[in-house]
C-alpha cells in the first residue's frame, strides 16, 4: 500500500518537532509532502526557522517549508515562550538551516496542493493555530470536499483548557480559524487534551530515546528535556505529555486510542470560554455528529512505535 501523503501545518515547538520527526521516521505509511508553518508557539519567523531545523535533523533537507500566516484572523497573537523557550526549540543544540524557505506563501500552497492532488488524496495535520487551513479553505472552498482528512491536535472536553480554563492553547490562539474549520464539513480527527495528557513521555522512555545512538533521536531527547521543566506544578511528575506527536500516533496506529464521533462546535462568541471546544460526547444536542473525537491512548505501544521510527532516522 502506498504511504498516506500529508501535509504538516505547524508552529514548532518541541512537540511539534516530536511529530515531525516520528512522521519522517514513517516513510512507508507516510509521506510529507510539505510542511507549512504559522505563528503559535513563538513568532512565526521562529517557527519557520524551526522547521527547517527539525527537516534538516531528520535528513530530509528535500521536504519543502513554506510560511504562512504570522499571526490569528482576528485576534492578536498570543504565543508561548513561557512554555518552549525563546526560539520555540530550547534544549537542543540546532544549527541555522541551509534549506531555504519556499517563496510560495502557506495559504496559496495549500490551496494550490490540495487543488492539484486527486480527490481524498491529501490529508492535512495542523499541529498549531489552524489559521492557514481556515484562510485556504475561506479563499478556496472547493478545496473542503478534496481533502481526506484534516487530523489536529487541539480542544479538550472534561479537562477543560490549557490557555484558559476553557480553552486549549491551539484553539485559543485562533478561535475564528478553528471555527471555520470545525464549521466547514471536512472529516475531522480531533486529538485534545484529553488524548494528550495520556500521552505522557517517561524518564525511563528519555533515556531509551537517548541510547539509540541516532543523532535525531538524541536531540529530540534534549528538547524533551527542557519542555519538561514547563508544568512541574500542574503533573507532578517529572513525565510531561507529548501533544502534538498524538496526530502522527493517530495515522499510524489509530487502533490504540479510544475515540468516539461527535458534534464539536468552538465557541467564538463569550470572553469567558471564547475559544472552548465543546464536546457533545453524550450526543445530547442530537446536532450532526462532524468530528472524530480521540479520548485516550495506549501509552506503551505508542511510545514504542515513536522511539523506533525517530531512532531510524540519521
Known sequence: MAPRKIIIDTDPGQDDAFAILFALGSPADLEVVGITTVGGNVPLPLTSKNALKVVELAGRPDVPVYAGCPGPMVKKLMTAEYVHGKTGLDGADLPEPVTPLQSEHGVNYLVRAIMDAPEGELTVCTLGPMTNLAMAMTMEPRIIPRLREVVLMGGGFFEGGNA?????????????????????????????????????????????????????????ANLADFYRQYGSHKFGTPGRPIHDACVTGYLLAPEIYEKRQCAVTVDIVSPETIGMTVVDWWHVTGRRKNCNVLRRIEPAPFFDLMLQRISALP
Open 164 to 220: 484558559t480554563p476553557a480553552a486549549e492553547f491551539n484553539i485559543f490562539v485562533d478561535p475564528h480559524a478553528a471555527h471555520k474549520v470545525f464549521d466547514s464539513g471536512v472529516p475531522l480527527t480531533m486529538a485534545g487534551i484529553d488524548c494528550t495528557y495520556t500521552a505522557i513521555m517517561t524518564l525511563e522512555w528519555l533515556d531509551r530515546l537517548r541510547a539509540t545512538g541516532s543523532r535525531a533521536a538524541i536531540e529530540a
